[in-house]
């Protein structure tokens, strides 16, 4: 059997709907602070692996100017024998038909589905 407040009823259920009306309004204020606070700790993630992605980037290019690789010095430091040697093997043509190789492979390998061995 449910009681009655009499003349206290009209207060009651305002009472109840503003409390309603209250923890709605909080819960709403809690998860836009969690959603918040998970944008904010995403950003930071993507924040940090952005600057070490641009110092990768930035070493690169600070060690690609300091090392001047020109083989053709070594070469050019080798005895005349073993340059002839060399050329009657034709070691020049055989370093450029197997690079031609290996890039076209390389470039096999962007093709989808095509996968050679690998």
Do not use: C
Request: net charge negative; glycine share 8%; hydrophobic share 55%.
């Amino acid at each position: 059997m449910e009681a009655s407040l009499g003349p206290f009823e009209w207060l009651w259920s305002k009472l109840v709907g503003g409390f309603e009306w209250l923890l709605e309004r909080i819960t709403y204020i809690y998860l836009s602070m969690w959603e918040t606070y998970w944008a904010f700790l995403v950003d930071a993630v993507s924040l940090v692996f952005d600057l070490l992605m641009g110092l990768a980037v930035t070493l690169l290019d600070a060690l690609g100017q300091q090392l001047n690789f020109d083989p053709q010095q070594y070469i050019n430091a080798l005895p005349g024998e073993v340059l002839n040697v060399m050329g009657a093997l034709h070691l020049g043509s055989a370093t450029l038909i197997i690079t031609a190789a290996i890039v076209i492979r390389l470039l096999l390998q962007l093709i989808p589905f095509v996968r050679l061995g690998s």
